[in-house]
């Protein structure tokens, strides 16, 4: 069944009392469709905590999987070993080694993607950076991304292959030796990618080449943040506390602590991030992982040239 970004604001707009109700027949359904054979893709992160929470009220016994690739925050991984029936995998190779053969995951999973392929000679990506892919109809396409053409020249290997290595394949091993189907806590509104696999499939991909059930899609982070607010599950401290703040839009919920808590010392999105953004926070709340991060990695190469900060606003030296 293909879904319109019609049908996407029309659920968004939904109550959360209903997309509770909504989001737990799509858990209903996937877990009938696979005989009770499916499991929570865990993190730890806000999104999951809330999925694992839904899933289990759903059907206790479903095990999560939490992939432990030595990224993670200290508090992210303590608060993942609170939970009961979690299954520990690693990926086959480390961060630094992935990112000496393939490359750093900058901007976007996307446009990661596309100055990996474009370095390779590949016609279609080179046209996304110079804004020459056109849509179905002649026109100007969404998936153009001129604006970060200048990359192409950056003096460090760039690609997507980061989230791959260190997360999705230890998953699909699992999946292939467990027969077990995953449920994961994305959102679309998170990336353009997430949003063409709504439209495309809706929550729960039945028939796609790795069925996938996504039952929060169409959930908000307001959402999110409410939920754990109304229910007062555990959340991972990282996140500190959750708070209204009053904004032009009304009043909105914020974390005082952390925003995502994905890999500390992955780029995507930073860019956007409001300053102090999460490595300059990084630098007064982990500086030993700031320190690897920044100078042993080369994630400050990496930000020097996209021109992101990463030195705190209250450490920088006034010359």
Same mark, same amino acid.
């Given at each position: 069944?293909?879904?319109?970004?019609? @049908?996407?604001?029309?659920?968004?707009?939904?109550?959360?009392?209903? +997309?509770?109700?909504?989001?737990?027949?799509?858990?209903?359904?996937?877990?009938?469709?696979?005989?009770?054979?499916?499991?929570? *893709?865990?993190?730890?992160?806000?999104?999951?905590?809330?999925?694992? @929470?839904?899933? /289990? =009220?759903?059907? &206790?016994?479903?095990?999560?999987?939490?992939?432990?690739?030595?990224?993670? #925050?200290?508090?992210?991984?303590?608060?993942?070993?609170?939970?009961?029936?979690?299954?520990?995998? /690693? !990926?086959?190779?480390?961060?630094?080694?992935?990112?000496? &053969?393939?490359?750093?995951?900058?901007?976007?999973?996307?446009?990661?993607?596309?100055?990996?392929?474009?370095?390779?000679?590949?016609?279609?990506?080179?046209? /996304?950076?110079?804004? &020459?892919?056109? @849509?179905?109809?002649?026109? #100007?396409?969404?998936?153009?991304?001129?604006?970060?053409?200048?990359?192409?020249?950056?003096?460090?290997?760039? $690609?997507?292959?980061?989230?791959?290595?260190?997360?999705?394949?230890?998953?699909?091993?699992?999946? =292939?030796?467990?027969?077990? /189907?995953?449920?994961?806590?994305?959102?679309?509104?998170?990336?353009?990618? =997430?949003?063409?696999?709504?439209? +495309?499939?809706?929550?729960?991909?039945?028939?796609? *080449?790795? !069925?996938?059930?996504? !039952?929060? $899609?169409?959930?908000?982070?307001?959402?999110?943040? =409410?939920?754990?607010?109304?229910?007062?599950?555990?959340?991972?401290?990282?996140?500190?506390?959750?708070?209204?703040?009053?904004?032009?839009?009304?009043?909105?919920?914020?974390?005082?602590?952390?925003?995502?808590?994905?890999?500390?010392?992955?780029?995507?999105?930073?860019?956007?991030?409001?300053?102090?953004?999460?490595?300059?926070?990084?630098?007064?709340?982990?500086?030993?992982?700031?320190? #690897?991060?920044?100078?042993?990695?080369?994630?400050?190469?990496?930000?020097?040239?996209?021109?992101?900060?990463?030195?705190?606003?209250?450490?920088?030296?006034?010359?």
């Amino acid at each position: 069944m293909n879904y319109t970004r019609d @049908d996407l604001k029309v659920m968004q707009s939904w109550p959360l009392e209903r +997309k509770i109700q909504v989001t737990q027949t799509r858990i209903i359904e996937w877990l009938m469709k696979n005989n009770g054979l499916a499991f929570v *893709s865990f993190s730890g992160g806000k999104d999951s905590t809330v999925l694992l @929470d839904m899933v /289990r =009220r759903v059907c &206790e016994d479903i095990p999560a999987i939490f992939v432990d690739t030595g990224l993670e #925050y200290p508090e992210l991984r303590n608060f993942v070993k609170t939970k009961s029936n979690v299954e520990w995998l /690693r !990926p086959k190779h480390p961060f630094f080694e992935i990112i000496e &053969e393939y490359g750093y995951p900058v901007i976007s999973k996307e446009v990661s993607n596309v100055i990996y392929g474009a370095r390779k000679g590949q016609q279609y990506r080179l046209a /996304r950076l110079n804004g &020459e892919l056109l @849509d179905k109809n002649g026109n #100007y396409s969404m998936f153009n991304c001129e604006r970060y053409k200048y990359l192409l020249d950056a003096p460090f290997k760039i $690609s997507d292959k980061c989230c791959y290595h260190m997360k999705k394949a230890p998953i699909y091993k699992f999946e =292939r030796e467990s027969g077990r /189907r995953a449920i994961i806590g994305t959102m679309a509104c998170e990336s353009k990618l =997430r949003l063409q696999g709504w439209l +495309k499939s809706g929550c729960n991909a039945f028939e796609a *080449s790795r !069925p996938i059930s996504r !039952p929060l $899609s169409f959930w908000t982070e307001q959402d999110v943040l =409410r939920y754990l607010q109304i229910t007062g599950i555990p959340y991972a401290p990282i996140y500190g506390e959750i708070v209204e703040i009053k904004t032009r839009r009304g009043v909105v919920l914020k974390t005082t602590g952390v925003e995502r808590s994905g890999c500390m010392y992955c780029m995507y999105g930073v860019q956007n991030d409001p300053i102090p953004n999460r490595f300059q926070k990084m630098q007064l709340t982990h500086p030993k992982q700031y320190d #690897y991060c920044i100078h042993k990695l080369g994630c400050g190469t990496v930000m020097d040239y996209i021109h992101v900060p990463y030195i705190h606003p209250d450490l920088e030296v006034v010359a």
